[in-house]
């Protein structure tokens, strides 16, 4: 498939159905549903000639966790950006920004579609931005059969308008993924999600204490009830054309010899590399000093150029783009030099999204992230990924026994948590199981069990023996130590030396992942 394909389809499947207005009646019931619980709140809108900029804030003021949905997601090589759908009301006057996952669409995708799902943590508060090329193209208001398109029209109004879910969300949702009592179940044709596939789903994330996919149209998901965020921006003049003529051809300028690239990150590195708590709480002091103050690098490279320059539409044959919107929460503006002046410029937007000319928008198969090429946040990214493993690590010891109910076909374990023996912890967790659904057997793969700054090996982890399923939640389970299968022990296979700077992450009975940078540290922790 052409890379920019996906991104094109992603678009014309969705955008055409959810674009049609709901009217009203959702926005009277949101205002209720918001009272005390999360609020929205525009900083700063800025409408120039061809683009509006937009950037407002989502604070939760609840005592509980908000799942806010960011959009939707097909799985494949992209990253996970985020969404959202313009609609005019039926007044004329109402552009509405909505990104909610019970929306109704129509068109069949390629691929399985996953809603994503951010967390919002209780008493915190994040900005996401959206610009909006103006006159926005908005779809037709109604489905009549040969509706021609109107001259331009202007809106005196804007809302945004963003789905949640209240509470522990991925657990309510864990729960209710059961399999069947047998390998084949009664409608062989409609198989229920069993956990190992929701979970293995998930094991991509950067943050999976943050992020959450959840397949669309599953019945457990559609038990659960959206909330909704709302607000009203009066007194505005927004021009608007009501045609799903989305998409414009750009020229090429040709060919260019780069001789530097320069990247600045905005807000920071920070922010645009580890937005989550999860990922932050892996950082020093220092390290979040850093990467919050240092905004710019340059490539001077030649490889580096070229793989910037690979990717940048400009340099290619005449290429299809989006009129653009897009949502997003960081972004990165590229300036290209030739013969010692700025030639082209273009931004980044949630890492996996092209922005040129400040109004189209592209995305393809296959985008470089932006960390390969920025060595300040190698190291730490390497990090991130183990703390990624053994978090994964965690999500499948959590559904091991189920796993095992059926490789022993013993329903009475398929309710207790059951970890697998210390002496064949790695082995036990590779081992085959019965394909649910199915008529053939699935295996976990073994990327979780590989630290990539470790070196050579096909384990770099050891498992804690004297920690049980009912062990306090403090207690070590999984922790780095040198290669090698099957390891298991205390802190005197603890290592330090798989990270630069030195240190080490473990992995706590209930699921938190630590970075240990000293011996004072691994001492503290408990062992026993």
């Known amino acids: 498939m052409n890379r920019y394909t996906l991104f094109l389809i992603v678009l014309f499947i969705f955008a055409p159905s959810v674009m049609r207005t709901q009217g009203q009646t959702d926005a009277a019931s949101s205002t209720s549903k918001n009272t005390g619980a999360l609020s929205i709140s525009v900083t700063s809108l800025d409408i120039k000639d061809e683009v509006l900029y937009l950037t407002y804030e989502i604070r939760n003021d609840s005592e509980d966790d908000a799942w806010i949905f960011a959009g939707w997601h097909i799985l494949s090589q992209v990253t996970y950006g985020m969404n959202a759908s313009i609609q005019i009301g039926e007044d004329g006057q109402t552009i509405t920004i909505r990104a909610r996952s019970k929306m109704k669409r129509t068109g069949t995708p390629p691929k399985p579609v996953y809603s994503r799902l951010v967390r919002l943590r209780s008493g915190d508060s994040q900005a996401e931005s959206i610009f909006m ?124 010899s780069y001789e530097k690239i320069e990247i600045q990150y905005k807000p920071s590195m920070l922010e645009y590399f580890f937005p989550y708590k999860s990922q932050q709480s892996l950082l020093s002091p220092d390290e979040m000093e850093y990467l919050q103050s240092d905004k710019t690098i340059v490539l001077n490279d030649k490889q580096d150029i070229h793989t910037v320059a690979h990717f940048i539409p400009h340099t290619r044959a005449d290429t299809t783009v989006v009129v653009g919107r897009l949502r997003y929460r960081s972004h990165a503006d590229v300036v290209c030099y030739s013969e010692s002046k700025p030639f082209l410029s273009f931004s980044i937007c949630n890492d996996d999204i092209i922005v040129i000319e400040r109004r189209y928008v592209i995305g393809f198969e296959g985008f470089p992230s932006l960390k390969k090429l920025t060595p300040q946040i190698q190291a730490i990214d390497l990090r991130m990924h183990c703390a990624a493993n053994l978090k994964n690590q965690w999500y499948r010891l959590r559904i091991h026994n189920l796993l095992e109910a059926l490789c022993q076909n013993d329903p009475s374990i398929r309710n207790k948590t059951l970890y697998p023996r210390p002496s064949e912890w790695c082995d036990d967790m590779l081992r085959p199981y019965p394909v649910l659904g199915g008529r053939g057997v699935g295996r976990w793969g073994t990327e979780s069990h590989i630290c990539l700054s470790a070196g050579e090996g096909k384990n770099h982890y050891a498992m804690n023996p004297n920690c049980k399923p009912n062990s306090p939640p403090d207690m070590v389970l999984l922790f780095e130590t040198r290669a090698g299968w099957n390891q298991h022990g205390g802190p005197e296979l603890f290592t330090f030396d798989n990270h630069d700077p030195k240190g080490g992450c473990v992995l706590l009975n209930d699921g938190t992942v630590k970075f240990i940078r000293t011996k004072e540290q691994l001492q503290q922790l408990r062992w026993k």
């Open 133 to 256: 090329a103006i006159p926005t193209c908005t779809g037709f208001k109604s489905e009549h059969v040969g509706q021609q398109e109107q001259a331009t029209q202007y809106a005196t109004r804007l809302a945004i308008e963003l789905g949640y879910y209240q509470g522990n969300f991925p657990e309510r949702i864990r729960k209710k993924l059961k399999p069947p009592e047998n390998v084949f179940p009664e409608d062989p044709g409609n198989p229920p999600l069993s956990p190992q596939t929701f979970s293995g789903e998930n094991e991509d994330l950067n943050s999976r204490d943050d992020e959450l996919l959840v397949l669309e149209g599953l019945q457990e998901i559609e038990s659960e009830e959206e909330q909704i965020i709302r607000t009203v921006i009066e007194n505005i003049r927004i021009p608007y054309e009501e045609t799903r003529n989305y998409t414009r051809k750009i020229k090429s300028p040709g060919l260019h």
